[in-house]
């Protein structure tokens, strides 16, 4: 049994995500399973997660479970497997990870530009409901 640790974790996670994105998952079974993920201590758990789902499933460094004890028994004829790369987030799931400070930091951006103009651009406070609203746009795109 190969034991996971937070990047294994992590990766599952980010695999999860993805088939959140295109509909998968609903947003309790997501739920339901990164839980399960977080808490995991072996790649079987983890694969668990990813028998009924078809790709990406977490590209996980390092050896195959069970890879380790067939180097103890003697050498290996079959060529190592290539590397994969890990799962990379699209730009728009940091926004909507960050969602909650973006909201918050934007009243206060606006309001130190109008300051700063000296008052002469008061519309610049238009631009608050526009940020708030591509912020929401986005998060709900990325399912947080």
Known sequence: MADVGAHERELAMEALDAHRRTGRLE?????????????????SELDALFTDLP???????????GRDRAVAAGPVDAPAAPELPELVAPG????????????????????????VSGGRFPWIFILVPVVLAAVAWISHREGQ
């Open 55 to 65: 790709e990406p499933h977490p590209a996980y460094p390092g050896p195959p479970p």
């Open 92 to 115: 728009g799931a940091a926004i909507a990870r960050h969602a909650g400070l973006i909201s918050l930091l934007t009243p206060a951006v606006a309001a130190v530009l109008f300051a």
């Open 27 to 43: 947003r309790d079974e997501h739920a339901t399973r990164c839980a399960s993920a977080s808490t995991a201590t072996s790649r």
